[in-house]
């Protein structure tokens, strides 16, 4: 049996025999399992949910897409997070870490909108709600050279590290590698 044949094989007994969506972001390609792909966003983009065995008002949602698509020099952000992720995407910076998060308010006058900063001062997730605890929250992270942005429940804020490295383990797992094509 041929080398490539093999990978294939042992691709899918390891999916499972799992249907799976070809999904191209920049110049990666990946097999995202159909139980995880969400309606995409646009062309170019991964729409996921990375515990879609969890009940629905606890699912973790990610929209992953190309620098190109996302860090546009020439209009400002309108996320806290989104330079320093265009920035690590880019190579011309390290991916942040948050340590213990501090809740801030993002308008004195607004107590729905707040943020969650890291111990170097910088926006680690923001989120918007009416009851303190059970709030929304989106972080923006880099996964080599693609932005990643996140939804979660402001009960999961505590758990940032775990999402961050589990986003980063789908998005590994899902990549198909340059040859390993059939």
């Not at 646009?42 to 620098?67: D, F, H, K, R, W």
Request: hydrophobic share 40%; proline share 9%; net charge negative.
């Amino acid at each position: 049996m041929r080398p490539h044949r093999l990978a294939l094989l042992l691709l899918l007994a390891a999916c499972g025999g799992a249907a799976m969506k070809p999904v191209q972001v920049g110049s990666h390609r990946f097999e995202v399992p159909d139980e995880h792909v969400l309606p995409a966003s646009g062309p170019g983009a991964l729409s996921a949910v990375l515990n879609p065995q969890a009940p629905l008002q606890e699912q973790t949602s990610i929209l992953v897409q190309a620098v190109a698509d996302v860090c546009n020099p020439g209009t400002p952000p309108v996320i806290d997070q989104l330079p320093r992720a265009c920035a690590v995407a880019r190579g011309q910076a390290e991916q942040p870490q948050p340590g213990r998060l501090t809740r801030k308010l993002r308008f004195p006058d607004d107590p729905t909108q707040y943020d969650y900063h890291g111990e170097d001062g910088g926006v680690a997730v923001s989120c918007s709600g009416d009851t303190p605890g059970a709030g929304s929250c989106g972080a923006i992270y880099a996964w080599r050279d693609l932005i990643w942005s996140a939804r979660f429940r402001e009960a999961d804020v505590p758990r940032l590290e775990e999402i961050r490295a589990d986003v980063a383990r789908k998005l590994d797992q899902w990549s198909v590698k340059e040859g390993a094509r059939g």
